[in-house]
């Protein structure tokens, strides 16, 4: 699980900069503030989509608390 885990937050960011573009590329030339603004909102969006993807791999990738807590006892395993 955790080989693609870095790759998680540039892939949404560029998957969410092509549909802006795409989005973009669909309204009229006449139309400058609706295009400043999609081009506005897509790069707001980009930057917190991977923000929060950066984080939420990050707290994936952490440790449990039951592997992080070391009280000094020592496990011993069963022979088969």
């Known amino acids: 699980m955790e ?8 892939v ?8 802006c573009l795409r989005i973009y590329t ?10 400043r603004l999609i081009a ?9 989509i991977y923000l929060l993807a950066s984080n939420l791999t990050a ?5 449990s608390a039951r592997e ?3 009280d000094g ?3 011993i395993q069963g022979a088969p």
Do not use: C, H, K
């Not at 949404?12 to 549909?19: E, H, K, M, N």
């Not at 707290?59 to 440790?63: D, E, F, R």
């Open 3 to 10: 080989t693609y885990l870095p790759f998680v937050a540039p």
């Open 12 to 19: 949404l960011t560029i998957l969410w900069a092509l549909i």
């Open 26 to 35: 669909m309204i009229s030339a006449e139309n400058v503030m609706q295009r």
């Open 40 to 48: 506005i909102a897509g790069a707001l969006g980009s930057a917190l």
């Open 59 to 63: 707290i994936l990738q952490a440790p």
């Open 68 to 70: 992080a807590a070391d």
């Open 73 to 75: 006892r020592v496990r």
